[in-house]
């Protein structure tokens, strides 16, 4: 990614795909076509390249083909895609396809506080994680990091409780019978989350025990 203009990108893609070209050198046991696999350097840039002839396509593709049939390619191991976020100019109702939601993503997401709808489940949530971490100050930071281990530490808590109520809850229902099992085994997963100190109104959602079984337990 490139936010700040480089009026020679084109040049500078070249040079990056020389290292992961240089370390198939390595891999040389019997010729190219056995170790040298494609390489795709991608380009995500918040300017329009100066440097190339221009179109309106925020997305182009590169290769190696000849100057005067384009149709023949040289090589297709090397391949350079630029995406210029300045030239995506379509609304969240005008996307079309998933190029066109990954561009969108990119422009906006420093102005959404959420996903919008259209776009959930669909991959992007571990990104817009990444950029609100990225944007935090040391203080928030350190913050984001002690909720999640409280997420973590309630998460364990209420697996364990879970497992352990389930195993005396199935050992009574089975003397019991299959009915009462099933309510025992509720007491007996509400008793092991009350004994590991998580709240009433948890218990109430996880076991559907109402607030005065819970404190008789």
Excluded: W
């Amino acid at each position: 990614m490139q936010v700040r203009k480089q009026n020679d990108f084109g040049d500078r893609m070249v040079f990056y795909s020389s290292f992961p070209v240089r370390n198939f050198v390595g891999k040389l046991d019997s010729g190219l076509e056995s170790a040298f696999t494609p390489i795709y350097v991608i380009g995500i840039l918040d300017f329009i390249m100066s440097d190339v002839m221009p179109n309106d396509r925020f997305m182009n593709s590169y290769s190696i083909r000849n100057d005067f049939q384009h149709e023949i390619l040289l090589s297709d191991h090397l391949h350079f895609i630029t995406i210029e976020l300045p030239k995506f100019q379509k609304s969240l109702e005008e996307l079309e396809n998933s190029t066109d939601e990954l561009a969108f993503i990119f422009n906006n997401i420093g102005k959404m506080n959420e996903i919008p709808p259209i776009l959930r489940n669909k991959g992007f949530e571990k990104m817009f994680e990444m950029s609100k971490f990225a944007a935090m100050d040391e203080k928030e930071i350190i913050e984001y990091y002690a909720r999640q281990k409280d997420i973590i530490d309630q998460r364990g808590a209420l697996s364990s409780a879970r497992r352990d109520g389930l195993e005396e809850g199935r050992a009574e229902g089975l003397e019991e019978g299959r009915e009462k099992g099933h309510a025992e085994e509720k007491h007996s997963i509400a008793k092991a989350m009350k004994a590991k100190g998580i709240s009433a109104d948890i218990i109430q959602q996880c076991t559907g025990l109402s607030e005065a079984e819970i404190q008789a337990l």
